[in-house]
T-cell receptor, first 111, second 115 residues
Framework: QKEVEQDPGPLSVPEGAIVSLNCTYS??????FMWYRQYSRKGPELLMY????GNKEDGRFTAQVDKSSKYISLFIRDSQPSDSATYLC???????????FGAGTQVVVTP | EAQVTQNPRYLITVTGKKLTVTCSQN?????MSWYRQDPGLGLRQIYY???????DKGDVPEGYKVSRKEKRNFPLILESPSPNQTSLYFC??????????????FGPGTRLLVL
């Protein structure tokens, strides 16, 4: 069983809709939870990170962590075609070091 | 501009022919690592380095070597490539303490095909 599970999609939504992404994990030692965005033919770029449980909001993006359920989510409000990318969740025991990634979810926002 | 560079970006080679993928960062980061990305498996860490002359295995180190003789460079070496090493490779760097996550950068990737 993988340590981090993520539905690969693709997830197709119309422009303006809310995109909802999630990951589950099995290792309770994870403390840092990240979401990366990866455009085609590019490296991943950090979108948001959260330490321990709770919510974090940054513009149209909201990240949620529920450690009791071992479940994390990313919501994208008012989605735009430029949000079309693969979104990767990642987790770590430390604020640096090895990241454990999900498989990534491909998101397509159609105009 | 802060960046991680990788070369080459694309490479086609044959089984058994030694190759090196270079990685360089200009941010004076201590921590550097290599990942491979395969469909359905996400990114998996191959090797990492905490600083010069300090390296250790990640999750999938078999068939790879690394070295860290200078802080800015972290080459990935495939001494005898095999077709199962066909993949997309990413180098990453960050600080090695504090909120290093905020300082992490990934390179643009190297797509390798081993025939």
């Amino acid at each position: 069983q993988k340590e981090v599970e993520q539905d690969p999609g693709p997830l197709s939504v119309p422009e303006g809709a809310i995109v909802s992404l999630n990951c589950t994990y099995s290792n309770s030692a994870f403390q840092y939870f990240m979401w990366y965005r990866q455009y085609s033919r590019k490296g991943p770029e950090l979108l948001m990170y959260t330490y321990s449980s709770g919510n974090k909001e940054d513009g149209r993006f909201t990240a949620q962590v529920d450690k009791s359920s071992k479940y994390i989510s990313l919501f994208i409000r008012d989605s735009q075609p430029s949000d079309s990318a693969t979104y990767l969740c990642a987790m770590s025991r430390d604020s640096w070091g090895k990241l454990q990634f999900g498989a990534g979810t491909q998101v397509v926002v159609t105009p | 501009e802060a960046q991680v560079t990788q070369n080459p970006r694309y490479l086609i080679t044959v089984t058994g022919k030694k190759l090196t993928v270079t990685c360089s960062q200009n941010m004076n980061h201590e921590y550097m690592s290599w990942y491979r990305q395969d469909p359905g498996l996400g990114l998996r860490q191959i090797y990492y380095s905490m600083n010069v002359e300090v390296t250790d295995k990640g999750d999938v180190p078999e068939g790879y070597k690394v070295s860290r003789k200078e802080k800015r460079n972290f080459p990935l070496i495939l001494e005898s490539p095999s077709p199962n090493q066909t993949s997309l490779y990413f180098c990453a760097s960050s600080l090695a303490e504090g909120l290093a996550i905020e300082t992490q950068y990934f390179g643009p990737g190297t797509r390798l095909l081993v025939l």
